[in-house]
Every structure is written in structure tokens, then in C-alpha cells.
């Protein structure tokens, strides 16, 4: 069956430090994989895109990777900080579709 | 830009009560979409819309309408409410298909008792 898949734990970290969240995936072809912000209470904020033949992205404190082999993404925010709390949100983009398959999301807590 | 917004923010339905969820986008974005979020899970695509006048189910489309009459507006009907269809409702808009970010709206929480 098709899976994504993300750590339901929260992911708790002190301040500063790299946080590393991931998402698993089965029996999807994806041709991209958006990483998204929840606040409580609120709608998906876009952060980073990576593209299938992409391996890796980054964009300010954001890094992600994106192992087609493997069906993984990880999603890392360096130095991070109390504000970085949040839910985060992985989504696969099929190929050649319109949809957008969106994990549970990990919830992360950046104590300060 | 307003970007997506979403009316109203909060509702109670009882069982059986009908009502429509406003959406509307000011990006001019092609796409629309409409999503539910169950504590725990995955967004789930109810509908979608690819241009005025164009929609298609998504994964979960049991108990909803959807009509797409203007690039901007995107509302979904709820015919009939049940207690399962108690949830966050996520309405989202992108520009083009899954090769762009979708902007959010800041949903709608809806109660059927």
C-alpha cells in the first residue's frame, strides 16, 4: 500500500542545535517533495522544493535531502531557535498528477 | 494581496445541516484546492480545481460538492453533515500543478454534533 510516512513523536531540541526531521515514503513515484510550516491554528506555510534528480537544497538555515533510492527526505534546520517551533510538514508531488500527498507532520520544540 | 482567505473560521452544524465554505484567492493562481485535517493525520485532498469551471475529486470526496464559476472563488458545499465530517477544512491555491508551493488559507473549523 502507499505510505508516507513522518515521526509522530515530537522532536524535541535545545536551542541552537540541528534539528533533523523524516519522511518515508512507499510505493509513490513522487517528482517533487515540498516541505511545509503548521502553527497551531493555522494553514501550511511553503518552505523548500526539491526536485527528483535534485539530491539537495538549501535555502537560509533550511537544508533538505532527497534520496529517490532510499524514499527519504530529511529536513534540517540549523542553529535553531525557540521561533522554529512548529509543525512540519512533508508532501509528495506525483508525477504527471495534480495532487499532493501530505504526511501527518512531526512537531518540533526548540527549548530555549 | 489578501492571498487565500477562508469564511467563516469557526462553525457548528448540527447532524443533517447543510452550509458552504467560502474560498477565494486574489494570486490569480489556476489551481484550487480544497483539503481536511484530522488531529493526527495527513492533509486529504476532498477537491480540486485546475480552472474556472474545471474540478475533480480528490481522496476523500464522499459528502461534498465543489463549483469553480470565477478564477477566484473556490467553495465547498457540505450536504447532509455528519459527525465524521467534523475537522479543519484547508482551502489552497497554487499557480500552476505540483511543481509549485500551494498558498494556504487560515481554515475553517467546523463541529457537526
Known amino acids: 500500500s502507499q505510505k508516507i510516512e513522518q515521526n509522530s513523536e515530537a522532536l524535541n531540541i535545545q536551542e541552537g542545535k540541528t534539528a533533523t526531521l523524516t519522511c518515508n515514503y512507499t510505493?509513490?513515484?513522487?517528482?517533487?517533495l515540498q516541505w511545509y510550516r503548521q502553527d497551531p491554528g493555522r494553514g501550511p506555510v511553503f518552505l523548500l522544493l526539491?526536485?527528483?534528480?535534485?539530491k539537495e537544497k538549501r535555502k537560509e538555515r533550511l537544508k533538505v535531502t532527497f534520496d529517490t533510492t532510499l524514499k527519504q527526505s530529511l529536513f534540517h534546520i540549523t542553529a535553531s531557535q525557540p521561533a522554529d517551533s512548529a509543525t512540519y510538514l512533508c508532501?509528495?508531488?506525483?508525477?504527471?498528477?495534480?495532487?499532493?500527498?501530505f504526511g501527518a507532520g512531526t512537531r518540533l520544540f526548540v527549548k530555549a | 494581496n489578501a492571498g487565500v482567505t477562508q469564511t467563516p473560521k469557526f462553525r457548528i452544524l448540527k447532524i443533517g445541516q447543510s452550509m458552504t465554505l467560502q474560498c477565494a484567492q486574489d494570486?490569480?493562481?489556476?489551481?484550487m484546492y480544497w483539503y481536511r485535517q484530522d488531529p493526527g493525520m495527513g492533509l486529504k485532498l476532498i477537491y480540486y480545481?485546475?480552472?474556472?469551471?474545471?474540478?475533480d475529486k480528490g481522496e476523500v470526496p464522499n459528502g461534498y460538492n465543489v463549483s469553480r464559476s470565477t478564477t477566484e472563488d473556490f467553495p465547498l458545499r457540505l450536504e447532509l453533515a455528519a459527525p465524521s465530517q467534523t475537522s479543519v477544512y484547508f482551502c489552497?491555491?497554487?499557480?500552476?500543478?505540483?511543481?509549485?508551493?500551494?498558498?494556504f488559507g487560515p481554515g475553517t473549523r467546523l463541529t457537526v454534533t
Open positions: 508532501a509528495l508531488a506525483l508525477t504527471g498528477g495534480f495532487k499532493t500527498i
Open positions: 480545481s485546475v480552472g474556472a469551471g474545471i474540478t
Open positions: 526539491i526536485r527528483e534528480n535534485e
Open positions: 510505493n509513490y513515484s513522487p517528482a517533487y
Open positions: 494570486m490569480n493562481h489556476n489551481y
Open positions: 489552497a491555491s497554487s499557480w500552476d500543478s505540483v511543481s509549485y508551493e500551494q498558498y
